[in-house]
């Protein structure tokens, strides 16, 4: 239909996930924009538009993440073999708490807990999968709409077992190459391939004659590191990998690079002294 034949718009918000699947909030507008006040659990929105002849089909948005930021102190776990023993310490006492788990929107769980409780168990964990737990309170507990209801106090992620990064950083190159120092960058390891929280890199480097020098430990947000102490006319190779509490990950090579033979003032002293002799 015509823009101009448009009578409305219906808006509908989906809690994701949302045990009461009978509960629905369902907005109606003229406008083409509306403010949600929403927690930070995962919502659908569908929308349709509707005139005298009938309801459009829905374009369908899912709300992105707020942050991915934990907040931290408000959640704690307690590994107990595949479970976990989740507790929080609230700000304010609502009717009930709403707990959230889960490795993403596909597949996000929810539970309803008392206010009296303030623990629950999770179980049934997968090992190497990063896990993200939500505490919202809220004043509507029994099937009720929760949006606009909710307030989120607690987000956390965890493992229930951390396993070593199956693959060192990609895509390592080689930059700024002297006589005795080099550039080394690199793309950090995806947050799948870590298997675990990510606590660092580890890089170290090989001269021609296979002599590795020590390990040098960096932070995980890191990805560039300054080689020095090399050698002119060598050839070397650097060794970059990921490390988790639970170990060291396999090594990523780069490609080989040689070191000038002279550094720069050596070869413009040479330069100079021919041209007068």
């Known amino acids: 239909t015509q823009n101009e034949n448009i009578l409305g718009y219906y808006i ?35 929308i349709s538009a509707y005139n005298k002849a009938g309801e459009s089909p829905q374009a369908i948005y899912i709300v992105p993440d707020f942050s991915t930021a934990d907040l931290p102190g408000q959640i704690h776990v ?43 168990t999770l179980d049934n964990f997968q090992p190497y ?28 992620h965890f493992y229930s077992v951390e396993g070593v990064p199956r693959t060192g950083p990609t895509n390592v190159t080689i930059l700024n ?7 080394v960058k690199w793309t950090k390891i995806p947050a799948e391939d870590c298997l675990g929280f990510l606590q660092g890199y580890r890089i170290s ?7 590795k020098s020590l390990a040098v430990t960096l932070n995980s947000s890191t990805t560039s590191y300054h080689l020095t102490g090399l050698k002119g006319k060598n050839i070397y190779r650097v060794q970059i990998s990921g490390f988790t509490n ?19 003032r050596e070869a413009l002293c040479i330069c100079v002294t021919h041209r007068q002799s």
Not at 90 to 113: A, H, L, Q, R, S
Not at 205 to 210: A, G, I, M, V
């Open 246 to 264: 639970a170990g060291e990950g396999p090594p990523t090579l780069s490609q080989p690079f040689s070191t000038p033979k002279y550094g720069t």
């Open 78 to 120: 307690k590994h107990q073999g595949t479970n976990a023993v989740v507790t929080w310490t609230p700000e304010y006492y609502p009717k009930c708490f709403v707990v959230d788990w889960g490795t993403g929107k596909e597949d996000m769980c929810m539970k309803i807990v008392t206010t009296a409780t303030r623990k629950f």
């Open 177 to 183: 190459i002297t006589k005795n120092s080099a550039l």
């Open 12 to 46: 509908n918000v989906e809690r994701i996930p949302n045990s009461c699947r009978d509960s629905s909030n369902r907005i109606f507008l003229k406008d083409r924009k509306v403010l949600l006040n929403l927690s930070m659990a995962y919502y659908r929105v569908n």
């Open 129 to 156: 999968k990063l896990y993200k737990i939500m505490v919202h309170a809220s004043d509507v507990c029994q099937c009720e709409n929760f949006t606009g209801h909710e307030k989120t106090f607690g987000v956390t």
């Open 205 to 211: 480097y090989t001269d021609s004659l296979r002599t």
